[in-house]
């Protein structure tokens, strides 16, 4: 039957670890990783979550029983609060639906899935160009069609306002817009609050439908409300819209794949009844695919979520991993100030979260992986979270020997 089947490209980002793992330098540098790295380089796990496992596995009421198809149900209304933020009109008026999902690519994938069998109006998708690699993917083998506006103004390392307002303008109305919530992976780049006021607006205007992706949350600030203050702006002027919210960075649930998809439905007398008939079907689509979630991670999740003592500590490790990339932005562009690099290094500074789009050509990243073996993406992408003290002037020196060049 696969008689004809082609090889598929391998995964760039996997391939791109495998690489990093099997360079023998003792001075390679992953900038690659989309994980977080203590000053050690080495994997962390957070204080707060050491101990909510350790109450996970203690309780003698656990067990490895099923989850409902809806998922845990501490852990998706938690998440919808802390999303929505505590005082929602959206929850209080029963208008939303939340579905634990595997992480934050399950849950993009349960709103493609969505979109593309019970959206009438539209089946196209518009992406930020460029966007997560994984979404292109994630929407068109739902047979959903993407498009994409432009978002990364290549000279100013910043955002494209014109480019993508003048694109959203011009968008069929109806159209589903794909928004990084905060902390815009790959770029970096995220809008302010008044552009966010303005997007908002001819979004209405165009009748285009948000999706978020909030992969970030108070990982890119520190700042749990600040990152989900464009999502909140939305819910607030009334858009039916929908959130893929994902676990892995905030809690550092990577393997465990923690996440929920929610829909929120437009404020109206009809709302809470349209939310029942959303979640009916959103639980056969869950049923299909995994039947029901994973249950160790959105343990975790939700005790954190729940216990007020927890979630304050929760803030302050949130606090760590946000403070420590912020600083090591602070340490590259100091030292490549310092050095004379050509060039203005300022969007290394300006631009949040995890990863940083330098402008360095795909030449220059193949250049300094050969002669540094300091690994990045081929679109110039590092993640903040590969740089600690003692490996950053390593870098910033790197750096200026390639723009010289
Ligand atoms: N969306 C974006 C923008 C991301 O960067 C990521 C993680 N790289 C995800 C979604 C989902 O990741 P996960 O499935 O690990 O939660």
Redo the contacts with the bound molecule.
């Keep these: 039957a696969f008689e004809s089947i082609q090889m598929a490209p391998t995964d760039p980002l996997f391939g791109l670890m495998a690489a990093f793992r099997a360079d023998s330098s003792d001075k390679k540098v992953d900038l690659g990783i989309?994980a977080y790295r203590d000053d050690n380089a080495k994997p962390w796990i957070l204080p707060v979550v050491k101990k909510a496992d350790e109450i996970v596995r203690n309780d003698p009421a656990n067990n490895n029983e099923y989850l409902p198809i809806a998922g845990l149900a501490s852990l998706t209304s938690a998440a919808a609060k802390l999303v929505l933020g505590g005082d929602s009109s959206a929850l209080k008026e029963k208008r939303v639906a939340s579905f634990q999902t595997?992480?934050?690519?399950?849950?993009?994938h349960l709103g493609a899935l969505f979109f593309a069998k019970f959206n009438q109006r539209s089946k196209t998708i518009y992406v930020s160009n460029p966007?997560?690699a994984?979404?292109h993917q994630i929407f068109q083998n739902v047979g959903l069609s993407i498009a994409q506006y432009p978002y990364f103004a290549r000279e100013s390392c910043g955002l494209d306002w014109d480019g993508m307002t003048s694109s959203l303008r011009n968008a069929e109305p109806n159209s589903i817009i794909l928004l990084?919530a905060c902390?815009?992976?790959?770029t970096g780049v995220d809008p302010t609050q008044d552009q966010w006021k303005e997007i908002a607006a001819i979004m209405k205007e165009r009748s285009l439908f948000p999706f978020f992706?909030?992969?970030?949350q108070g990982f890119a600030s520190g700042d749990l409300a600040k990152d989900a203050w464009a999502i909140q702006y939305f819910v607030e002027q009334g858009f039916e819209l929908c959130i893929?919210e994902?676990?892995?960075?905030n809690f550092g649930l990577?393997g465990q794949?923690?996440?929920c998809f929610h829909y929120v439905a437009a404020p109206s007398p009809a709302a809470e009844d349209l939310t029942k008939r959303v979640a009916s079907q959103l639980a056969i689509l869950t049923r299909s695919e995994i039947s029901n979630p994973p249950i160790y991670g959105a343990k975790i999740a939700a005790t954190v979520l729940n216990d007020p003592a927890l979630f304050e500590e929760w803030k302050q490790d949130l606090g760590v991993m946000s403070g420590r990339i912020i600083a090591m932005r602070k340490a590259l562009y100091e030292k490549l100030v310092e050095l004379k690099t050509p060039g203005t290094w300022d969007h290394i500074t300006s631009q949040i979260g995890?990863?940083s789009f330098t402008g360095l050509s795909e030449t220059q990243v193949l250049k300094i992986r050969e002669e540094f073996h300091i690994y990045m993406t081929k679109n110039g992408r590092i993640s903040m979270a590969g740089l600690n003290t003692k490996n950053v002037d390593y870098v910033a020196h790197a750096f200026d020997k390639i723009v010289r060049e």
């Design positions: 989309g595997i992480s934050g690519t399950g849950a993009c966007t997560w994984n979404h990084h902390a815009h992976n790959p992706d909030v992969a970030y893929a994902s676990f892995a960075k990577y794949r923690a996440g995890m990863f």
